[in-house]
Protein backbone atom coordinates (compact mmCIF):
# COMPACT_ATOMS: atom_id res chain seq x y z
CA UNK A 1 0.00 0.00 0.00
CA UNK A 2 1.63 3.50 -0.93
CA UNK A 3 2.31 5.81 1.95
CA UNK A 4 1.12 8.82 -0.15
CA UNK A 5 -1.86 10.61 1.21
CA UNK A 6 -4.74 10.92 -0.78
CA UNK A 7 -6.44 14.86 -0.56
CA UNK A 8 -9.71 15.39 -1.24
CA UNK A 9 -11.23 18.64 -2.05
CA UNK A 10 -15.30 19.56 -2.31
CA UNK A 11 -14.62 19.03 -5.75
CA UNK A 12 -14.34 15.53 -5.40
CA UNK A 13 -18.32 15.45 -3.87
CA UNK A 14 -21.11 15.60 -6.91
CA UNK A 15 -24.02 16.69 -5.19
CA UNK A 16 -27.11 15.05 -7.36
CA UNK A 17 -29.87 16.64 -5.89
CA UNK A 18 -30.37 18.72 -2.82
CA UNK A 19 -34.24 19.09 -0.97
CA UNK A 20 -35.95 20.73 2.02
CA UNK A 21 -37.74 18.15 3.81
CA UNK A 22 -38.74 20.38 6.79
CA UNK A 23 -39.08 23.85 7.54
CA UNK A 24 -39.44 24.57 11.26
CA UNK A 25 -37.78 26.39 13.83
CA UNK A 26 -34.70 24.49 12.13
CA UNK A 27 -34.41 22.91 8.92
CA UNK A 28 -34.03 19.41 7.55
CA UNK A 29 -32.29 19.47 3.75
CA UNK A 30 -32.01 15.76 2.31
CA UNK A 31 -28.48 15.56 0.00
CA UNK A 32 -28.15 12.92 -2.28
CA UNK A 33 -24.30 12.54 -3.66
CA UNK A 34 -21.53 10.61 -4.95
CA UNK A 35 -18.08 10.85 -3.38
CA UNK A 36 -14.61 9.60 -4.69
CA UNK A 37 -13.63 6.55 -2.99
CA UNK A 38 -10.07 6.24 -1.02
CA UNK A 39 -9.39 3.38 -3.76
CA UNK A 40 -10.16 5.02 -6.83
CA UNK A 41 -13.69 5.46 -8.80
CA UNK A 42 -16.70 6.83 -7.59
CA UNK A 43 -19.58 5.64 -4.84
CA UNK A 44 -22.51 4.71 -4.95
CA UNK A 45 -25.68 7.38 -4.34
CA UNK A 46 -25.79 8.45 -0.66
CA UNK A 47 -28.37 9.56 0.54
CA UNK A 48 -28.67 11.82 4.12
CA UNK A 49 -30.73 14.37 6.16
CA UNK A 50 -28.55 17.34 7.14
CA UNK A 51 -29.71 19.60 10.21
CA UNK A 52 -29.57 23.33 9.44
CA UNK A 53 -29.64 26.00 11.65
CA UNK A 54 -27.28 28.25 10.35
CA UNK A 55 -23.89 28.96 12.01
CA UNK A 56 -22.97 30.56 15.45
CA UNK A 57 -20.65 32.22 17.43
CA UNK A 58 -19.64 31.44 21.38
CA UNK A 59 -17.64 33.89 23.61
CA UNK A 60 -15.73 33.52 26.77
CA UNK A 61 -15.86 36.33 29.02
CA UNK A 62 -12.72 36.49 31.21
CA UNK A 63 -11.75 39.76 33.68
CA UNK A 64 -8.03 40.23 34.37
CA UNK A 65 -9.00 41.92 37.27
CA UNK A 66 -11.17 39.42 38.96
CA UNK A 67 -9.92 36.16 38.01
CA UNK A 68 -13.29 35.52 36.96
CA UNK A 69 -15.15 34.06 33.96
CA UNK A 70 -19.02 35.17 33.36
CA UNK A 71 -20.43 32.10 32.21
CA UNK A 72 -24.30 31.43 31.62
CA UNK A 73 -26.99 28.70 32.59
CA UNK A 74 -30.04 27.74 31.06
CA UNK A 75 -32.16 24.61 30.44
CA UNK A 76 -31.73 22.65 27.17
CA UNK A 77 -34.21 20.01 26.55
CA UNK A 78 -31.65 17.79 24.12
CA UNK A 79 -29.52 17.10 27.24
CA UNK A 80 -32.53 16.02 29.22
CA UNK A 81 -31.93 12.06 27.92
CA UNK A 82 -28.89 11.54 29.22
CA UNK A 83 -28.00 14.36 32.11
CA UNK A 84 -28.90 14.81 35.61
CA UNK A 85 -30.18 17.95 34.97
CA UNK A 86 -31.14 19.96 31.50
CA UNK A 87 -29.75 23.14 32.91
CA UNK A 88 -26.25 23.44 31.40
CA UNK A 89 -23.34 25.75 32.18
CA UNK A 90 -22.62 27.72 28.99
CA UNK A 91 -20.28 30.42 27.30
CA UNK A 92 -21.98 33.07 25.51
CA UNK A 93 -23.79 32.04 22.34
CA UNK A 94 -25.86 33.06 19.23
CA UNK A 95 -26.73 32.43 15.73
CA UNK A 96 -25.00 34.64 13.16
CA UNK A 97 -28.11 36.06 11.11
CA UNK A 98 -27.79 37.21 7.86
CA UNK A 99 -25.71 40.44 6.85
CA UNK A 100 -24.03 40.53 10.77
CA UNK A 101 -20.66 39.61 11.14
CA UNK A 102 -19.26 37.31 14.07
CA UNK A 103 -18.16 40.27 15.93
CA UNK A 104 -21.56 41.89 15.56
CA UNK A 105 -23.08 38.64 17.19
CA UNK A 106 -21.07 38.17 20.03
CA UNK A 107 -21.56 41.82 20.59
CA UNK A 108 -24.96 42.02 20.51
CA UNK A 109 -25.16 38.05 22.55
CA UNK A 110 -22.93 39.44 25.22
CA UNK A 111 -25.85 42.08 26.27
CA UNK A 112 -28.92 40.21 25.42
CA UNK A 113 -27.37 36.96 27.47
CA UNK A 114 -25.33 38.92 30.32
CA UNK A 115 -25.54 42.51 30.32
CA UNK A 116 -22.22 43.04 29.69
CA UNK A 117 -20.04 44.78 27.01
CA UNK A 118 -16.91 43.28 25.47
CA UNK A 119 -13.33 44.67 24.84
CA UNK A 120 -10.07 42.64 23.60
CA UNK A 121 -12.35 40.30 21.13
CA UNK A 122 -10.35 37.71 20.17
CA UNK A 123 -11.10 34.93 17.39
CA UNK A 124 -9.68 31.43 19.20
CA UNK A 125 -11.27 28.67 16.46
CA UNK A 126 -13.84 27.37 14.69
CA UNK A 127 -15.04 23.57 14.68
CA UNK A 128 -17.77 21.17 13.54
CA UNK A 129 -20.78 20.56 15.42
CA UNK A 130 -21.69 17.28 14.36
CA UNK A 131 -21.02 17.37 10.54
CA UNK A 132 -22.18 13.91 9.86
CA UNK A 133 -25.43 15.33 10.80
CA UNK A 134 -25.43 18.75 10.43
CA UNK A 135 -23.39 21.97 8.55
CA UNK A 136 -22.94 24.00 11.60
CA UNK A 137 -19.89 25.73 12.56
CA UNK A 138 -19.22 27.31 15.64
CA UNK A 139 -16.57 30.56 15.62
CA UNK A 140 -15.39 30.34 19.50
CA UNK A 141 -13.79 33.89 20.63
CA UNK A 142 -12.74 34.94 24.09
CA UNK A 143 -12.78 38.96 25.51
CA UNK A 144 -12.12 40.92 28.61
CA UNK A 145 -14.94 42.12 30.16
CA UNK A 146 -15.92 43.67 33.77
CA UNK A 147 -17.21 40.84 35.64
CA UNK A 148 -18.77 43.10 38.10
CA UNK A 149 -21.31 44.05 35.85
CA UNK A 150 -22.38 40.11 35.21
CA UNK A 151 -25.42 39.59 37.23
CA UNK A 152 -29.04 38.84 37.31
CA UNK A 153 -31.34 37.00 34.95
CA UNK A 154 -31.43 37.77 31.10
CA UNK A 155 -32.88 36.54 27.87
CA UNK A 156 -35.19 37.31 25.20
CA UNK A 157 -38.58 36.70 26.26
CA UNK A 158 -40.04 35.98 22.39
CA UNK A 159 -36.96 33.46 21.72
CA UNK A 160 -38.24 31.94 25.37
CA UNK A 161 -34.32 32.39 27.02
CA UNK A 162 -34.66 32.27 30.72
CA UNK A 163 -30.80 32.76 31.33
CA UNK A 164 -28.75 32.91 35.03
CA UNK A 165 -25.40 34.63 34.84
CA UNK A 166 -22.48 33.42 36.93
CA UNK A 167 -19.28 35.21 37.84
CA UNK A 168 -16.71 31.92 38.00
CA UNK A 169 -13.34 31.81 39.34
CA UNK A 170 -10.67 30.13 37.05
CA UNK A 171 -10.00 27.60 40.13
CA UNK A 172 -13.72 26.45 40.41
CA UNK A 173 -14.06 26.46 36.02
CA UNK A 174 -10.99 24.01 36.41
CA UNK A 175 -12.84 21.79 38.78
CA UNK A 176 -16.14 22.20 37.05
CA UNK A 177 -14.09 20.75 33.57
CA UNK A 178 -12.61 17.96 35.46
CA UNK A 179 -15.77 16.87 37.12
CA UNK A 180 -17.98 17.01 34.42
CA UNK A 181 -19.74 19.86 35.62
CA UNK A 182 -19.03 21.68 32.03
CA UNK A 183 -19.72 18.71 29.59
CA UNK A 184 -21.48 20.78 26.65
CA UNK A 185 -19.05 21.09 23.54
CA UNK A 186 -18.60 25.04 23.47
CA UNK A 187 -17.81 25.95 26.75
CA UNK A 188 -15.53 22.85 26.91
CA UNK A 189 -13.54 23.68 23.77
CA UNK A 190 -13.51 27.91 24.97
CA UNK A 191 -12.17 27.03 28.31
CA UNK A 192 -9.27 24.56 27.55
CA UNK A 193 -8.25 26.82 24.62
CA UNK A 194 -8.37 29.37 27.33
CA UNK A 195 -6.26 27.29 29.76
CA UNK A 196 -3.93 26.67 27.17
CA UNK A 197 -2.74 30.02 25.24
CA UNK A 198 -4.05 32.17 28.27
CA UNK A 199 -0.22 33.79 29.28
CA UNK A 200 -0.31 34.56 25.53
CA UNK A 201 -3.85 36.01 25.56
CA UNK A 202 -2.70 38.30 28.72
CA UNK A 203 0.24 39.69 27.03
CA UNK A 204 -1.24 40.44 23.71
CA UNK A 205 -4.43 42.01 25.52
CA UNK A 206 -1.93 44.28 27.32
CA UNK A 207 -0.31 45.37 24.72
CA UNK A 208 -3.58 46.02 22.97
CA UNK A 209 -3.17 43.74 20.00
CA UNK A 210 -6.39 42.35 18.51
Not at 20 to 37: E, I, S
Not at 68 to 85: C, D, M, P, Y
Request: glycine share 6%; hydrophobic share 40%.
Amino acid sequence: MSNEILTFTSKDVDILEKKRVYDGFFKMVRYDFRHRLFEGGWSEVVRREIFERGHAVAILPFDPATEEFVLIEQVRIGAQATSNTPWLMEVIAGIIDEGETQEDVCHREAQEEAGISLTNLTKALSYLVSPGGTTERVHIYVAQCDSTFAEGIHGLEHEAEDIRVHRVKVSLAKEWLENGVIDNAAALIALQWFFMNKQRLLEKWRQGEK
